[in-house]
């Protein structure tokens, strides 16, 4: 595979940005964020070819990098909605409210975890095991910003300023 065919100038030179903070034998460490950035280049997911390209790029064996893609929740296998959203259910977010914040913009929506609506605007992701904001229940990530101590309405505003 020619990777150059399939991660443009701008992806590769972004990566080489990543892969210069590490020892020339360490390539594999630049992984995660050769992911995300070609994430953003793609429209918010990684086709299988991308995944590819990226292992020839590092000199990694491609199941190498599919395995790290598929074990990261940051990392979509699908196309997805504009926007991201994970609301934490785990248990200080659930003791506080967390399910029924899930509910509420299931409700609002109309998805589910995992889908996204049919505009394209929104992803809601699947259930997030804990995303480390346990003093903030409950709470959700837009777009990897984090919203603490949510209500219904407070939801409302944030999912009204997502274009």
């Given amino acids: 595979m020619n990777e150059s065919s399939v991660l443009s100038p701008e992806v590769r030179a972004e990566i080489d ?23 953003e280049a793609n429209g918010g997911w990684i086709r299988p070819e991308l995944l590819e390209a990226i292992a020839h790029y590092l000199d990694l064996p491609p199941v190498a990098v599919e395995e790290v893609a598929s074990f990261y929740s940051m990392y979509e296998s699908k196309p997805v909605g504009r926007h991201s959203i994970s609301v934490c259910t785990n248990v ?20 589910r975890p995992g889908q996204s609506t049919p505009d394209g605007r929104i992803y809601l992701k699947p259930e997030e095991e804990c995303l480390a904001a346990c003093a903030g229940a409950p709470m959700m990530m837009v777009d990897h910003i984090y919203h603490e101590h949510l209500t219904p309405e407070r939801v409302d505003e944030i999912l009204d300023s997502l274009r």
């Fill in 92 to 111: 200080s977010c659930l003791l506080c409210g967390g399910e029924e914040i899930l509910a509420h913009i299931e409700k609002r929506l109309g998805i």
């Fill in 17 to 39: 940005r990543w892969v210069a903070h590490y020892p020339p034998e360490g390539k594999r460490s630049a992984l995660l964020a050769a992911l995300r950035i070609v994430q």
